[in-house]
Each structure stands twice: as structure tokens, then as C-alpha cells.
């Protein structure tokens, strides 16, 4: 049993960064996969990215790659989502998931994750 809890979303202008930190507020990551989702209004939840806790594979959303990075922090039990260069298009709830399974390559259907924490806010301004 694992329960996750999101912070570090906000408003912030195109072209600034961010950083989102997902922390487990129960249980440990440490056969998990963190995986990063986003949904925007009106749109379905998407995959951003994931990372494998305990060997650090990382996956990410083709269309993602390069201006977003996953990271994991084992001192702080915490995932970490930077994300630079933001555009108007990244403003969505993002959330933070964990899949049990041992997938060495991280899932990226929202149905391989089990576990949700309440999703934080990133407003992206023109």
C-alpha cells in the first residue's frame, strides 16, 4: 500500500520551469514504478513520463522528450518532474501514479497503475 501526495504545481509563464515532487505519504517506492500523467480540461489523461525506483529506467512521452525529465530522490523517498521551457499546452493536472509490477521498462497506460495521488495544478500564460 502506498499513498502519494503531489505538490510544486502553480502558475508560471511560457518558457519558465517547474519542478513537481510526488513523496509517498505512506509506504515506500521502492519496488514501484513512478509514473507521471497529465490531464488537460475537456482532453484524456496522457502519459508524460516514469522512471523503474529501484534500477532508475527512465520513459518518456515522445513528444515530451528533452524539455521534461524524471528523477528520483531514495535519501527523500521522492520522484521528482522538471519541466522546462513550458508552453500553454503543458496547463493540465498533473498527476503523480505507482505501478506495483516490476516492469523494468515503466508502463505507460494510465490502466498499469494502481495507485493516484490527488494531481497538482500547472497553469502555463502566454
Known amino acids: 500500500q502506498v499513498q502519494l501526495a503531489e505538490s510544486g504545481g502553480g502558475l508560471v509563464q511560457a518558457g519558465d520551469s517547474l519542478r513537481l515532487s510526488c513523496g509517498a505519504s505512506?509506504?515506500?517506492?521502492?519496488?514501484?514504478?513512478i509514473g507521471w500523467f497529465r490531464q488537460a480540461p475537456g482532453k484524456e489523461r496522457e502519459f508524460v513520463a516514469a522512471i523503474n525506483w529501484r534500477v532508475g529506467n527512465t520513459r518518456y512521452a515522445d513528444s515530451l522528450k528533452g524539455r521534461f525529465t524524471i528523477s528520483r530522490d531514495n535519501t527523500k523517498n521522492t520522484v521528482y518532474l522538471q519541466m522546462n521551457s513550458v508552453k500553454p499546452e503543458d496547463t493540465a493536472v498533473y498527476y503523480c501514479a505507482a505501478d506495483r509490477s516490476p516492469r523494468i521498462v515503466p508502463a505507460i497506460r494510465a490502466y498499469d497503475y494502481g495507485y493516484w495521488g490527488q494531481g497538482t495544478q500547472v497553469t502555463v500564460s502566454a
Open positions: 505512506v509506504g515506500t517506492f521502492d519496488t514501484f514504478v
